[in-house]
């Protein structure tokens, strides 16, 4: 089974110069603190962008953030995620985002959880890990260059009973990029983006939950 996108989330795109790309009419409980690189503030000392902050995540959440570059570091050259099993594995040339690569559709089992995993395997992998409820997350992981050495990527969206509920993270190397959490499909709390030196590109407030699936038109991978 081929994984796609969810709708709605933007996984590469840039913060456009006081332009989050949200619909206009949508913002009336929504307070921008920080609109794009044009305004980009220092960031507080209570929400710094490392794993370690218990501000951003739980416990569970940082050991669930730290786990991935350990169970999904390798898929490439040993298939199946450490913990799984492969059930089916079939390779393709495809392209993605512009690059072209040999990649595979494959369905993994995890052996110590009732969780199964519908992956699409190349330059980035993608994971859409549920169980039968519907809770899991969907995983977009690659390897990419950083100061001469090799760091895991990775964004991370966590899913309860079929809709986004928790955790929507971009993770590179050993700290966070930007920060998003969801309940019951909307998104509440604060939406937060920092620059490579730790500072704030974007920093909006949700006074109410906001449906960010259906008022953001940042399309996939621009």
């Known amino acids: 089974m081929a994984v796609k996108y969810p709708h709605g989330l933007a996984l590469y795109s840039s913060p456009q110069k006081n332009n989050l790309k949200l619909?206009?009419?949508?913002?009336?409980?929504?307070?921008?603190?920080?609109?794009?690189?044009?305004?980009?503030?220092?960031?507080?000392?209570?929400?710094?962008?490392?794993?370690?902050?218990?501000?951003?995540?739980?416990?569970?959440?940082?050991?669930?953030?730290?786990?991935?570059?350990?169970?999904?570091?390798?898929?490439?050259?040993?298939?199946?995620?450490?913990?799984?099993?492969?059930?089916?594995?079939?390779?393709?040339?495809?392209?993605?985002?512009?690059?072209?690569?040999?990649?595979?559709?494959?369905?993994?089992?995890?052996?110590?959880?009732?969780?199964?995993d519908d992956a699409a395997l190349g330059q980035t992998q993608i994971h859409h890990v549920r169980n039968k409820a519907g809770d899991g997350y969907d995983l977009y992981y690659r390897i990419e260059e950083k100061h001469g050495g090799m760091v895991p990527n990775f964004w991370l969206i966590q899913y309860k009973h079929g809709v986004p509920d928790g955790l929507r993270i971009n993770i590179l190397d050993d700290h966070c990029e930007q920060w998003m959490r969801f309940s019951n499909g909307l998104a509440v709390d604060q939406w937060l983006w920092w620059d490579s030196s730790g500072k704030l590109l974007v920093r909006v407030k949700f006074k109410a939950p906001y449906d960010y699936l259906k008022h953001s038109r940042t399309g996939l991978g621009s």
Do not use: M
């Open 23 to 116: 619909d206009v009419e949508s913002l009336s409980n929504v307070e921008i603190i920080v609109g794009g690189a044009a305004n980009q503030q220092s960031c507080p000392p209570e929400l710094i962008n490392a794993i370690s902050n218990t501000n951003l995540f739980t416990p569970e959440e940082r050991k669930l953030i730290e786990s991935i570059p350990v169970v999904y570091g390798h898929v490439a050259s040993n298939f199946a995620p450490i913990g799984s099993v492969s059930i089916h594995l079939d390779w393709f040339h495809s392209s993605l985002n512009a690059w072209r690569h040999l990649g595979g559709n494959a369905h993994f089992q995890f052996t110590n959880s009732d969780l199964h």
